[in-house]
Nanobody, 120 residues
Framework: VQLQASGGGLVQAGGSLRLSCAAS????????LGWFRQTTGKDREFVAT????????YYADSVKGRFTISRDNAKNTVYLQMNSLKPEDTAVYYC??????????????WGQGTLVTVSA
């Protein structure tokens, strides 16, 4: 499974960004695609996840109500719509494919990160 993340950038607080993660390869071997984020010196943090089949979604409390994860199975792409961004959302965002869960070890396949910077 190969994953290609895109869509990061610089945005002011209160603004929006949409991240995309295009998947290819044996995606049928995975159950879900998740987004994680990481800042320097901290562990990778769960953000959101969605199942390929049923579209079940789960969010970290810190982003609930502001971020929306969605999928387009025809394009094998998962999106993360991020609204009402805060400076604390600044991080490198990674997409990952694996089984449904909130922990990095549950996702064996990872894309490269895309940097999101939210200015105050």
């Amino acid at each position: 499974v190969q994953l290609q993340a895109s869509g990061g950038g610089l945005v002011q607080a209160g603004g929006s960004l949409r991240l995309s993660c295009a998947a290819s390869g044996r995606t049928f071997s995975t159950d879900a695609l998740g987004w994680f984020r990481q800042t320097t010196g901290k562990d990778r943090e769960f953000v959101a996840t969605i199942t390929w089949s049923g579209g079940s979604t789960y969010y970290a409390d810190s982003v609930k109500g502001r971020f929306t994860i969605s999928r387009d199975n025809a394009k094998n792409t998962v999106y993360l719509q991020m609204n009402s961004l805060k400076p604390e959302d600044t991080a490198v965002y990674y997409c990952a494919a694996g089984r449904l869960g909130k922990y990095p070890y549950e996702y064996p396949y990872w894309g490269q990160g895309t940097l999101v910077t939210v200015s105050a």
